[in-house]
Protein backbone atom coordinates (compact mmCIF):
# COMPACT_ATOMS: atom_id res chain seq x y z
CA UNK A 1 0.00 0.00 0.00
CA UNK A 2 3.03 2.26 0.76
CA UNK A 3 6.38 2.13 -1.25
CA UNK A 4 8.92 4.72 0.82
CA UNK A 5 12.22 5.22 -1.32
CA UNK A 6 14.87 7.53 -1.56
CA UNK A 7 17.19 7.60 1.96
CA UNK A 8 20.94 7.29 1.83
CA UNK A 9 24.28 8.24 3.18
CA UNK A 10 25.11 12.03 3.15
CA UNK A 11 27.24 14.61 4.87
CA UNK A 12 26.07 16.58 7.67
CA UNK A 13 24.56 19.89 5.54
CA UNK A 14 22.99 17.87 2.46
CA UNK A 15 20.35 17.30 1.28
CA UNK A 16 17.86 14.06 0.48
CA UNK A 17 14.14 13.76 -0.74
CA UNK A 18 11.98 10.75 0.02
CA UNK A 19 9.47 9.76 -1.67
CA UNK A 20 6.12 7.38 -0.74
CA UNK A 21 4.07 6.25 -3.43
CA UNK A 22 0.70 4.96 -2.04
CA UNK A 23 -1.61 2.80 -3.94
CA UNK A 24 -4.87 1.23 -3.32
CA UNK A 25 -6.79 2.53 -0.05
CA UNK A 26 -4.03 4.47 0.83
CA UNK A 27 -4.39 6.95 -2.08
CA UNK A 28 -7.01 8.99 -0.54
CA UNK A 29 -6.40 8.57 3.10
CA UNK A 30 -5.85 11.81 5.32
CA UNK A 31 -2.91 12.70 5.70
CA UNK A 32 -0.12 10.58 4.74
CA UNK A 33 2.52 10.81 7.81
CA UNK A 34 6.08 10.83 8.18
CA UNK A 35 8.01 9.43 11.10
CA UNK A 36 11.31 8.23 12.10
CA UNK A 37 12.43 5.99 14.56
CA UNK A 38 16.60 6.45 15.35
CA UNK A 39 18.02 3.11 17.72
CA UNK A 40 17.11 2.67 20.96
CA UNK A 41 14.47 5.74 20.43
CA UNK A 42 10.62 5.53 20.20
CA UNK A 43 9.31 6.38 16.64
CA UNK A 44 8.74 10.14 16.47
CA UNK A 45 6.56 12.13 14.36
CA UNK A 46 8.19 14.32 11.25
CA UNK A 47 5.48 15.64 9.01
CA UNK A 48 2.26 15.18 7.54
CA UNK A 49 0.69 16.23 4.73
CA UNK A 50 -3.61 16.27 3.51
CA UNK A 51 -4.12 14.72 0.01
CA UNK A 52 -7.40 16.99 -0.16
CA UNK A 53 -5.94 20.52 0.42
CA UNK A 54 -2.00 20.16 1.21
CA UNK A 55 -2.68 21.07 4.94
CA UNK A 56 1.15 20.01 6.75
CA UNK A 57 2.42 20.01 10.20
CA UNK A 58 6.17 19.44 11.07
CA UNK A 59 8.01 18.64 14.38
CA UNK A 60 9.75 22.02 15.17
CA UNK A 61 13.31 20.50 14.98
CA UNK A 62 12.84 20.20 11.18
CA UNK A 63 10.75 23.15 10.26
CA UNK A 64 12.53 25.17 8.07
CA UNK A 65 14.86 22.26 6.95
CA UNK A 66 12.29 19.44 5.96
CA UNK A 67 9.41 20.01 3.22
CA UNK A 68 6.86 18.13 2.76
CA UNK A 69 4.49 17.93 -0.60
CA UNK A 70 2.24 15.68 -2.90
CA UNK A 71 1.96 14.79 -6.24
CA UNK A 72 -2.07 13.91 -6.98
CA UNK A 73 -1.32 12.54 -10.03
CA UNK A 74 1.06 10.23 -8.92
CA UNK A 75 -0.12 8.88 -5.59
CA UNK A 76 2.92 10.43 -3.96
CA UNK A 77 4.16 12.52 -1.27
CA UNK A 78 7.70 13.16 -0.84
CA UNK A 79 9.65 14.50 2.21
CA UNK A 80 12.64 17.16 1.01
CA UNK A 81 15.47 17.15 3.71
CA UNK A 82 18.16 20.16 4.06
CA UNK A 83 20.49 20.83 6.19
CA UNK A 84 20.97 17.65 7.29
CA UNK A 85 22.16 16.96 10.86
CA UNK A 86 23.47 13.72 12.19
CA UNK A 87 20.55 14.03 14.83
CA UNK A 88 18.53 13.45 11.41
CA UNK A 89 19.86 9.63 11.68
CA UNK A 90 17.44 7.26 11.53
CA UNK A 91 14.89 4.74 9.48
CA UNK A 92 12.31 6.48 7.67
CA UNK A 93 8.47 5.78 7.68
CA UNK A 94 5.38 6.95 5.84
CA UNK A 95 2.02 5.83 6.94
CA UNK A 96 -1.60 6.27 6.42
CA UNK A 97 -4.23 6.22 8.41
CA UNK A 98 -7.14 3.96 7.54
CA UNK A 99 -9.50 6.88 7.30
CA UNK A 100 -9.69 10.47 8.20
CA UNK A 101 -7.15 11.59 11.39
CA UNK A 102 -8.31 14.47 13.04
CA UNK A 103 -5.56 17.11 13.46
CA UNK A 104 -4.66 16.16 17.00
CA UNK A 105 -3.96 12.34 16.40
CA UNK A 106 -1.52 13.40 13.49
CA UNK A 107 1.25 12.97 15.83
CA UNK A 108 0.80 9.50 17.09
CA UNK A 109 1.75 6.71 15.13
CA UNK A 110 -0.91 4.61 17.47
CA UNK A 111 -3.14 6.65 14.73
CA UNK A 112 -1.39 5.26 11.28
CA UNK A 113 -2.64 2.16 10.33
CA UNK A 114 -0.55 1.27 6.67
CA UNK A 115 3.12 1.66 6.74
CA UNK A 116 5.71 1.63 4.50
CA UNK A 117 8.93 -0.69 4.71
CA UNK A 118 11.19 2.58 5.96
CA UNK A 119 14.08 3.77 4.05
CA UNK A 120 17.39 4.33 5.96
CA UNK A 121 19.10 7.66 6.26
CA UNK A 122 22.22 8.61 7.92
CA UNK A 123 23.92 11.61 8.18
CA UNK A 124 27.78 11.34 8.82
CA UNK A 125 30.87 12.78 7.87
Same mark, same amino acid.
Given at each position: ?????? $???? *??? /??? =???? !? +???? #??????? $???? *??? /??? =???? !? +???? #??????????????????????????????????????????????????????????????????????????
Amino acid at each position: QLQASG $GGLV *QPG /GSL =RLSC !A +ASGR #TSNHNPI $GWFR *QAP /GKE =REFV !A +AITW #TDGTTSYLHSVKGRFTISKDNGKNTVYLQMNSLKPEDTAVYFCAAPTGRLIRSSWYGPQYYHYWGQGTQVTVSS
